[in-house]
């Protein structure tokens, strides 16, 4: 009989915009020190999009490599960002491995990939995108049912409109019994004190938040 060897699996690679550390600037962990692995690509084109130059680019990095300059900083904080990190096919595995590695592990997402995959013991901060986003059309709306109370559901409001939009979504799907819900200011578009009126006019059951980052240090890319 002949025997087929088959080729080794190769290890999961990644193409990383940056890996840089920062405080966490929202979401549950807004604050503490944390590591941001930025990977590279995104399917959508957000009209407010901050991280246009992770669209492309980037360099291959191993898991391995990855996860020793991880180490590098001491924080038991990891993010996952984009981009849309889900567009590679090795984010899942990246998140695992931070997991097993003993950190505590978010994962910022654009809502509009299949989240089935991504471990439980990650805490995934998913964009539901509005109308003035100009990628309403991109939301997988079947993702909802992957959200748990350790999951954060994030409206970024651009406009009145937008507000409106999300709070029917927020009210008609029941969305706060499922996780916690942020609802944030487009940065330099709507206007904070206004969202937050009308936030406490509709006793709304979301999570106010500002850009902690962009107070501190505005628009620098790796913050």
């Known amino acids: 009989?002949?025997?087929?060897?088959?080729?080794?699996?190769?290890?999961?690679?990644?193409?990383?915009?940056?890996?840089?550390?920062?405080?966490?600037?929202?979401?549950r962990t807004v604050g503490f020190p944390t590591v941001f692995i930025r990977l590279t690509g995104c399917p959508l084109r957000c009209t407010y999009c901050d991280t246009t130059y992770a669209y492309q680019g980037g360099e291959w990095w191993s898991m391995d490599k990855i996860l020793e300059e991880v180490?590098?900083?001491?924080?038991?904080?990891?993010?996952?960002?984009?981009?849309?990190?889900?567009?590679?096919?090795?984010?899942?595995?990246?998140?695992?491995?931070?997991?097993?590695?003993?950190?505590?592990?978010s994962l910022e997402t654009r809502g509009a990939i299949d989240v089935s995959q991504v471990d439980e013991r990650v805490s995934k901060v998913m964009d539901l995108k509005t109308p003035a986003s100009g990628e309403q059309g991109r939301n997988l709306l079947e993702n909802l049912e992957y959200m748990t109370a350790n999951d954060q559901l994030k409206f970024v409001i651009c406009d009145r409109n937008d507000y409106l939009w999300a709070k029917a979504m927020i009210i008609?799907?029941?969305?706060?019994?499922?996780?916690?819900?942020?609802?944030s200011p487009c940065y330099g578009t709507q206007d904070a004190a206004q969202l937050a009126d009308w936030i406490l006019q509709d006793r709304l059951p979301v999570r106010f938040q500002l850009q902690l980052h962009k107070i501190i240090?505005?628009?620098?890319?790796?913050?």
């Open 71 to 105: 180490a590098k900083y001491d924080t038991p904080y990891a993010c996952v960002t984009g981009g849309e990190p889900l567009a590679q096919a090795g984010c899942p595995q990246l998140l695992l491995a931070l997991c097993d590695a003993g950190y505590k592990v």
């Open 217 to 223: 240090w505005g628009d620098e890319p790796g913050r």
């Open 1 to 27: 009989m002949t025997t087929i060897e088959l080729p080794a699996a190769q290890p999961t690679r990644l193409r990383i915009t940056e890996i840089f550390h920062s405080l966490q600037g929202e979401a």
């Open 172 to 183: 008609r799907s029941e969305l706060a019994d499922r996780c916690e819900i942020l609802m």
